[in-house]
């Protein structure tokens, strides 16, 4: 543990083997994608031409794979904070992930998951939303749908079912 906290308090002027040793450690720790260690990189004041030795470096040895890190992306946040495509999109975009790699990973989602991720997420939700009909009850899963980033049509579709459930 005394390593990680040694790794979590190093700011300021590094040597470029202190650093690449820390963006090792980082990536080998859990999945990273260029942007995040080039800031990191930024954050402990190397030279631009370092970083870009170091980034070489972690690509060259599969330290950093920005494929895999965009597939593990997409794959926990789906799962656990139950994010839609397109704020997935959003959030990869935030990062510097290139658009093609984007759309081939959400394109591998299976749509039978993606729905019924929605669905859980909507079905959780229904207990606490209030409304005078079904048509408003409706409305309102359906934006609290697209606020985690899941297509407006799709959304409407599974509230649709859902309070058609329950009446």
């Known amino acids: 543990m ?7 308090q190093m700011e300021g002027n590094v040597n470029y083997r202190q650093a690449l040793t820390k963006a090792m450690a980082m990536c080998s720790q859990s999945e990273r994608c260029r942007f ?14 370092e970083i870009s030795t170091a980034i070489d470096y972690l690509v060259k040895e599969r330290f950093l ?19 839609g495509k397109i704020k997935l999109t959003y ?8 658009g093609e790699l984007i759309r081939s990973a959400l394109s591998r989602i299976e749509d039978d998951l993606y729905k019924k991720i929605l669905s859980d997420l909507l079905k959780s939700k229904i ?5 005078a009909s079904g048509y408003e009850r409706k409305g ?7 606020s985690h980033g899941f297509e407006a049509e799709l959304a409407f579709q599974v509230a649709g079912q859902i309070i058609g459930n329950e009446e």
Do not use: C, H
Request: avoid cysteine.
């Open 2 to 8: 005394p390593y990680i906290l040694e790794f979590a």
């Open 36 to 49: 995040d260690v080039v800031t990191k990189l930024r954050l402990w004041e190397l030279p631009e031409e």
């Open 65 to 83: 794979n920005e494929e895999r890190f965009v597939d593990f992306y997409i794959n926990d946040k789906l799962r656990f904070n139950k994010w």
């Open 91 to 98: 959030m990869l975009r935030q990062k510097q992930i290139p």
């Open 127 to 131: 207990k606490s939303v209030k409304g």
């Open 140 to 146: 309102k899963l359906a934006v609290f749908a697209q």
